[in-house]
């Protein structure tokens, strides 16, 4: 029944090594988002892909790539982690123009850099 | 969209009321508020939400000042499964853009036994 998965739930690597992560939908939503949760923060919006159109936050960091290969998956790409960048990573969609204008959450990866 | 502002924390005896207050005393008349919440390492989740009009479903129910510059949130018997931090949101519905979620700091509940 999981409508948003994220894959893995907690994900280690090492500072500056490379590191994906993944976000799948059964939702068949046209809106897809990634957002940043430090801890004891709120959720902070990266950027998000309205079908296939990516917009980008504008303080977000140029270390921080994002692909839609398709509507059902959607990834993160960090291409150099620093220790800052260790955080809750969640991904939500949304259906623009549907009846209900709320946002579906996945349970998060949480990532930890080395 | 408008800012809000919530209590940083409140306490509920377990199978009381849970009653969350937020301000959001800019809202525009085309904004609604939400209110989702976020359990410890989990995905925020959708509550309720609603524009003027006093609002109810299974979860829990939103009451709208008639200036719509305040609302809380009732969770009618707080389990200690309610314990989250709760966020209220005010944003534009319906703009034909993809208009994210901002966070403010939430309330963080804590349902006591």
């Known amino acids: 029944d999981a409508m948003v998965i994220q894959n893995p739930r907690y994900q280690v690597t090492q500072f500056g090594k490379p590191v994906t992560l993944s976000c799948s939908q059964t939702?068949?939503?046209?809106?897809m988002y990634w957002y940043q949760q430090k801890s004891s923060q709120a959720p902070k919006l990266l950027f998000h892909?309205?079908?296939?159109?990516?917009?980008n936050e504008a303080d977000t960091p140029d270390n921080f790539q994002s692909r839609r290969p398709n509507t059902s998956f959607c990834f993160l790409d960090i291409r150099s982690p620093g220790l800052g960048d260790a955080a809750m990573y969640l991904c939500?969609?949304?259906?623009?123009?549907?009846?209900?204008?709320?946002?579906?959450f996945g349970p998060g990866t949480r990532l930890t850099v080395l | 969209d408008a800012k809000t502002t919530q209590p940083p924390s409140m306490d509920c005896a377990e199978g009381r009321a849970a009653n969350l207050p937020c301000n959001h005393s800019t809202i525009s008349g085309n904004e609604y508020v939400y209110w989702y919440r976020q359990i410890h390492s989990q995905g925020p989740q959708y509550i309720i939400h609603?524009?003027?009009n006093n609002e109810t479903n299974e979860m829990a129910s939103l009451i709208i000042t008639e200036d719509r510059k305040s609302s809380t949130l009732i969770l009618p018997h707080a389990t200690l499964r309610d314990t989250a931090v709760y966020y209220c949101i005010v944003r534009v519905v319906g703009s034909g853009s993809a208009r994210q979620l901002t966070f403010g700091s939430g309330t963080q509940l804590t349902v006591l036994p």
């Open positions: 939500a969609t949304w259906e623009a123009g549907g009846y209900t204008d709320t946002q579906y």
């Open positions: 609603g524009l003027k």
């Open positions: 892909y309205y079908d296939k159109d990516f917009n």
């Open positions: 939702l068949n939503h046209n809106v």
